[in-house]
């Protein structure tokens, strides 16, 4: 086993809180994730997991042509291997219901303040025994001049073990590196551990990461399928101001969100939560929701020209 730094996890279990806790929040802005056990339990798991394995073997019988379909090239057969489905909130309805989950939003409100905005959606897949090496890197920059602590994050819900084989490493901290540093240690040959740590997770677990974390996975040898769905959320605020989408993205998800709440109210596995109420304040405040006319609005098409 490669050699990794010794870091003690909050315990956070969404079976027993409603919300991560002041002390949980600042482990995660302190070293830029934080692992929640048991988000996904009972028929919301199963739910998931059938409709994104639906997903998965459309992708996998035959090469899709469409640009959600992202393929890569596979490490042991050479062939086309599924890597990526993007926009999963269009493909499924238990997609759109898990946006809305409480908890999640809780703690995303708690983290970003009132007027977050969900921007992206997607599923990130290690195809059985075509573990691709995932290098050390960071998803995306805080914008430039931005001064605004709030983080940017993305909510990465595992409906598939991830053992130590196949799991993410990060390397606590470098959500607070220069771009210099993390270029640096981005740069260093070979996947080394010395520095990190491994997470293991369990299907239904979650983990909150930093958008400037470094983080990344080694290849696999033997692995099984692991799915990952990937929720990111950025304050309204930093989203305005420097981007990258327009203003009117910004309210056509709020009122995607608002929809996808309404959605969790009706469906039969989620009676007895408490859902959460969205209230953005100020200029991000909605009087009146509105059905939305997609669920997938195109990134390409809202960039800041």
């Not at 100020?282 to 800041?304: C, L, M, T, V």
Request: charged share 25%.
């Amino acid at each position: 086993m490669m050699g990794a730094i010794d870091i003690k996890l909050p315990h956070v279990d969404a079976a027993v809180q409603d919300v991560i806790t002041e002390g949980q929040a600042q482990f995660f802005l302190d070293n830029g994730f934080l692992v929640i056990r048991n988000v996904l339990r009972g028929e919301e798991l199963s739910l998931v997991q059938a409709e994104m394995q639906q997903l998965v073997d459309q992708g996998t019988a035959e090469e899709v042509d469409h640009p959600d379909f992202m393929y890569g090239v596979g490490v042991k057969s050479g062939q086309p291997i599924l890597r990526r489905i993007e926009y999963v909130i269009e493909k499924s309805d238990p997609m759109k219901v898990l946006l809305a989950h409480p908890f999640i939003l809780r703690t995303v409100e708690k983290l970003q303040g009132v007027n977050f905005i969900p921007t992206w959606d997607s599923m990130v897949l290690k195809a059985p025994n075509e573990g691709v090496i995932v290098p050390w890197h960071r998803d995306a920059a805080v914008p430039d001049g931005c001064i605004d602590p709030r983080p940017i994050f993305n909510v990465d819900f595992y409906l598939d073990e991830a053992d130590l084989q196949t799991c993410l490493w990060v390397i606590p901290g470098t959500n607070r590196w220069t771009a210099e540093d993390a270029d640096k240690r981005i740069k260093q040959p070979g996947f080394t551990t010395d520095d990190a740590i491994p997470v293991p997770m369990q299907p239904g677990d979650v983990i909150l990461h930093n958008i400037e974390v470094l983080h990344g996975s080694p290849a696999g040898d033997g692995n099984p399928l692991r799915r990952t769905v990937y929720y990111e959320f950025r304050p309204g605020e930093i989203e305005a101001e420097f981007g990258p989408h327009t203003l009117e993205y910004l309210a056509l998800k709020q009122h995607l969100l608002y929809d996808c709440i309404e959605r969790r109210k009706q469906a039969s596995y989620t009676q007895g939560e408490t859902s959460f109420v969205y209230k953005p304040q100020g200029g991000f405040a909605i009087n009146e929701p509105k059905q939305p006319e997609q669920y997938r609005y195109a990134h390409n098409n809202y960039w800041r020209r």
